[in-house]
């Protein structure tokens, strides 16, 4: 028989947190994407756009894999200096070299050049009612380069540029698909969700010849991320959209492969140690 000794733990102590219920820590409520972009005053290509750029932080994801946001994160953006105009302005895109040059105060001929020969980076494309490829620039990093490159805007072209010109090059595809790979690999540590990752830019071949383990391959397939916001679902755009999922030029193609044997190698050390994800 236990004996009431008249001790009494003090408040907060280690013995009162021990008989504590563990339903009393309640977890913290998770916001649905509508409601959080209702609630930051964003419109959904915004919203997308600010989760796309890590400005909005997702929260652990449901069974569904549907995104979630954390009251706190929602709060934590809310409390930022300027918002929520200053948010806008950060996801602010334009499209196409039209509205891109006039942004830039050039004409449309210079800003296709520039964004040919790779100084202006896209952050997302749309394919137009005439299945023709429309790139968006976010309007912030246009301002940014017209103040940084006055020389560019105006005047002859770098001799670079002229060659790349002259050759028909377009390194908008590669650009983009540098930006799409970082900002997806800021999104998670987990080794086998950045190898899934690196290899869904990379030809089936390329895949193929890096991880002949068939175990391995339904893992990187079954954390593939989804093609982008704005990619296209009807089937004659998507052929127009397609080919930009996927690495093209050779040295790209190295690139790539060398930075999926390299993502694959920490996985699979994971693997072997723990055995958390992944075939061992």
């Known amino acids: 028989m236990k004996v009431d000794t008249g001790e009494r733990a003090p408040v907060g102590t280690a013995r009162e947190a021990d008989a504590r219920p563990e339903a009393d820590a309640q977890p913290e409520a998770l916001v649905g994407g509508v409601k959080a972009a209702a609630e930051l005053g964003l419109r959904r290509g915004e919203f997308v756009r600010a989760v796309q750029l890590g400005l909005v932080r997702q929260g652990p994801r449901t069974a569904g894999a549907a995104a979630r946001f ?22 602010e895109t334009v499209a196409g070299a039209d509205h891109g040059a006039r942004v830039l105060g050039t004409g449309p001929t210079r800003f296709t050049r ?3 020969c790779g100084h202006l980076g896209p952050v997302g494309y749309r394919v137009n009612r005439y299945r023709a490829l429309v790139w968006l620039y976010l309007t912030a990093e246009l301002r940014e380069f017209a103040a940084r490159e006055p020389g ?8 670079a540029d002229r060659e790349l010109w002259a050759a028909r090059a377009d390194l908008r595809p590669l650009k983009w698909r540098e930006r799409h790979v970082g900002l997806l690999l800021r999104r ?10 690196v290899a869904s830019v990379l030809p089936d071949e390329e895949v193929l010849a890096a991880v002949p383990d068939p175990a391995e391959r339904i893992v990187l397939a079954a954390l593939a991320p989804p093609p982008p916001y704005g990619h296209p679902q009807v089937p004659a755009a998507v052929a127009v959209a397609r080919p ?3 690495a093209q030029r050779p040295e790209e193609v190295v690139r ?6 390299s993502a694959l190698a920490g996985a699979r050390d994971q693997s072997n140690s723990t055995g958390e994800r992944g075939p061992t």
């Open 70 to 91: 954390t009251r706190a994160e929602l709060e934590r953006v809310k409390a930022a200096r300027g918002f929520p105009e200053a948010l806008r302005a950060q996801v």
């Open 114 to 116: 520039l964004a040919r």
């Open 152 to 159: 560019l805007l105006r005047g002859a072209a770098p001799p």
């Open 188 to 197: 998670t540590a987990d080794p086998w969700e950045r190898a899934a990752v």
């Open 244 to 246: 930009l999922l996927l």
């Open 256 to 261: 790539y492969r060398a930075r999926l044997d």
